[in-house]
């Protein structure tokens, strides 16, 4: 065994110190107060800026104290690493073999004993993370015991194909795919005569030292800074001074309508999305933005989402409270569902905008937000953030050289969707006002057209040549906004079709017909049945399992601190979803089966030990430990509540409660058994008050009755 090479020494990173100790932070705030109060307040907000960075760097040093120069941790010792270059020393030749070999039996031993030591001292460490409930440390201290996975590709191609082998010229070539990416051709058309709606009646005087210290106090710990170092840690170390003179930069910045040139600085972290991981195009830059320009973000987003919500389309569920992935998944599983008993037909067409977020052309974003009825000074401050805003490449421990961005919105940044959410839905209204497709029945409350979280459309139709219309009407519209769709991303899903399959065209290229397809991480099949979903949730969740195995196999960490990561880490991936499943007893046997073998992993237990499920669940999870029966139940009951308690308008509530046009007629024969079936088999135990039957679980009742019965209860939750 032979380690050439010295090991890697990196510089130290101060201004991402934790202030951990009391003693720190208070040392922290009194150099805030030595270095922030003496300063000059009448000064721009570029020069206020500065003062305050300088102010805070010395205050961190002063406090953190950091060491120059980290040395990583490493497993083997001294005594090892001393034995090793003992060895280095035998001459060669036959005649000093048994020394050699005797060396060798030496350090095996060694090494064996220096592992067998490093992994007491790390499982020590997550045993007291588990304990005390830091779930980040502990999840850190995993991951850090697992394979060293590189955050970016070290193999990256030219645009011709050809392979980079020089460090240097990866990193440039990193800076000229973002530089191309975040630069795209203005609108090519311009948007149509639309009437204005009137100004919102908001506050717009600057922010108050309270709304400055809520959002610091809403800030999460951990986060990644932005290129001036300064992470969330220090904002929330630093108290009242620190905050008192953030709040003066920031009423410079409400007053004058400009912000300093480093909050339009970001770092571009390239994330791997799937395909090739060699082409940059398959990568998608996050843009790391200094924390201050967050705050600056969320405070006018605070400012504006109450008067944005009463006007924000129905069919956009992304990035709003109260809202997520799970209304549309709901609401398509229930729309296939519900037209399937009736054998209508139905067309689905999933769309994708291509860069959606990098392409907006950000003076129609501006027209945008002004047709809305944004407040001019809000428009302005958002303009300031965007108005000379650069960025640089993280890659490989380095960074590379400036570049500029002209359009779209910066992925990272809390504004983003909050104005991407504009774009789309003026984007939508134009084209459903220029061309009336009828899309599907949805009684009650009239027909469905479309769903959209955030740059993910949905269009719904039973008609090809209606589909076919509203698909060029969005192609041509879509130049309006600087965007364009991408064809071969866009999908067709087809239900209960009775002719030749339907041949749409989106940007001259026809749309291809799929029987299957993952919608916001959720695998969608005609009928709405969820076996396949089962399949892939169990396959996705098998990975998450075996990312962990060098968790597993540790004999020294206690199988209640295994069992508590698996329940945090596995479960998540393999109910995703499970809310709007119409769950068979054959399904839930697979999920059981996958559940109740990765338990026995945990556990050593093999397959031909006869031990009761129940026995060796509680041994991994504890006596309180929920079967993936139970978890499953649980997100489902929840869901039926929080469907029930949402206003009559709302898509899930109106696709849950939707009933059959004059004219339906189910087919005959068995039915599949439908999400409405499964809940009300689960909800039972509710239907009876004593000896007083509850009505709708009768079978002469309504088919809805059932849920009226539960809605009254769910407007009481101590029931």
Known sequence: MRFTGRRKVTSGKPFRYHFESENAKIAFRNGLAKHLLARNQQVSPEVAWNDFKAGVYAAALSASNPNPMVTKDHWIFSTSRELMEARKLIPAGSEYDEERRQLKRRLTKSLRKDREQWWATKAKAIEASAATGNS???????????????????????????LIYSQSRRLER??????????????????PTISKLPEWKTDTGPPTLSEVENVISKLKRGKAA???????????????VLMCRLTDILAKVWELNTIPSDWSRSLIVPVYKKGQKSSCDNHRGISLTNIVSKILATIIIRLLTNTREQQTRENQAGFRPGRGCIDHIFTLRQVLEHRHMYQRPTIVVFLDLKAAFDSVDREVLWQCLSLKGVPQKY???????????????????????????????????????????????????????SFKSSGISLLPGGSLVDLEYVDDVVIFGEDAHSIQGLLNTLSNNAGM????????????LLQDWPASFPKLVIGSEVIECVDRFTYLGSLITPGGSVSDEISARIQKARLAFANLRHLWRRRDIRVSTKGRVYCVAVPAVLTYGC????????????????????????????????????????????????????????????????VLRMPDHRLPRRAMLARAEVGWKKVRGGQPKTWHQSMKSLTTGLSH???????GWGPRDDRNKWLETLGDMAQNRSQ
């Open 379 to 433: 428009i302005n401050l958002i303009k300031a953030l965007y108005s000379v805003t650069t960025g640089r490449v993280r890659a490989y421990g380095e960074l590379s050289r400036e570049t500029s961005s002209s359009s779209g919105v910066r992925q990272g940044c809390p504004l983003s969707p909050f104005l991407f959410n504009f774009i789309i839905d003026v984007l939508l209204e134009i084209s459903l006002t």
């Open 174 to 191: 990193w800076a000229e795919h973002f530089q191309e990416q975040f630069n795209w051709p203005p609108a090519t058309l311009s948007l």
């Open 689 to 695: 008050v004593g000896r007083c039957r509850l009505p």
């Open 136 to 162: 980040r440390q502990l999840f850190r201290l995993i991951k850090d015991t697992g394979i060293k996975k590189s955050a970016v590709s070290e193999i990256i191609s030219e645009k011709d194909g050809s």
């Open 226 to 240: 932005g290129p001036d170092m300064l992470s969330t840690d220090i904002f929330k170390d630093g108290g009242i």
């Open 579 to 642: 809310e709007t499943w119409a769950m068979k007893t054959q399904d839930m046997r697979r999920l059981q089966i996958f559940d109740h073998r990765n338990l026995r992993n945990i556990a050593r237990i093999p397959w031909n030990n006869r031990i009761s499920n129940s026995e060796f669940r509680q041994k991994v999870l504890g006596k309180h430990g929920k079967s993936v029966e139970e978890v499953t139940n649980l997100h489902r009951l929840k869901w039926l509540g929080h």
């Open 481 to 492: 906004f600087g965007m364009r769709f991408s064809p071969p991303k866009c999908k067709m």
